[in-house]
């Protein structure tokens, strides 16, 4: 009886594809802990009351499979220049995991009309009422406005989205009608 060694050899070369899927890939990765119950901190990052308090003033989010994921950072504007205005819930399960498609900002407009990226939310509760977000951005191309792009993001959201995130948990809910002023 001859076996067939092709499920072996598929199954192997997926956990070799998996082992080294990310080599040499560009991936934005940052981790924040912050003062709450992973419960709290999830629905902060699923809830359109919870993105209120730190992400945008503005959004439209629907937690369901390809439900919009739309963060309007400036809603006064006019359409396509509010914010992330066409982005969508890739996967999610709850208190563990939140991913959605990610865009560009209006200054690399051949990126923004035409390419997305992936952006992993893993909640890793550690009791004390203390919760561990890591935050990953992936998908990037390459050339020139890729790096753009990227260094951009690497910026806003270390310096921007999660530092305000840690904040709303230290301070209280950003007061958006201050920041207009």
């Not at 992973?38 to 629905?43: G, I, L, Q, R, W």
């Not at 730190?54 to 369901?64: D, G, H, N, S």
């Not at 563990?96 to 890793?124: A, H």
């Not at 995130?165 to 920041?179: A, I, L, T």
Request: hydrophobic share 40%.
């Amino acid at each position: 009886m001859k076996k067939n060694i092709y499920p072996i050899f598929f199954f192997m070369m997926i956990l070799l594809s998996k082992t080294f899927a990310f080599e040499g890939e560009k991936i934005i990765h940052h981790e924040v802990v912050v003062n709450a119950g992973v419960e709290e901190v999830y629905k902060t990052w699923t809830t359109p009351e919870g993105i209120k308090t730190f992400f945008a003033p503005e959004c439209e989010v629907e937690l369901k499979l390809f439900g919009p994921y739309h963060i309007y950072f400036n809603p006064q504007n006019p359409v396509g220049t509010k914010g992330a205005e066409d982005e969508m819930i890739i996967s999610f399960q709850k208190n563990k995991m939140l991913s959605f498609t990610w865009g560009f900002p209006p200054v690399l407009p051949d990126l923004r009309n035409n390419q997305k990226t992936i952006v992993v939310l893993r909640f890793e509760d550690l009791g004390n009422n203390k919760t561990k977000v890591i935050f990953t951005q992936s998908g990037w191309g390459e050339g020139e406005d890729w790096d753009k792009g990227y260094e951009y993001f690497d910026y806003a959201w270390k310096e921007v989205v999660l530092k305000r995130f840690v904040e709303r948990f230290e301070n209280g809910p950003v007061d958006w009608k201050k920041m207009e002023g």
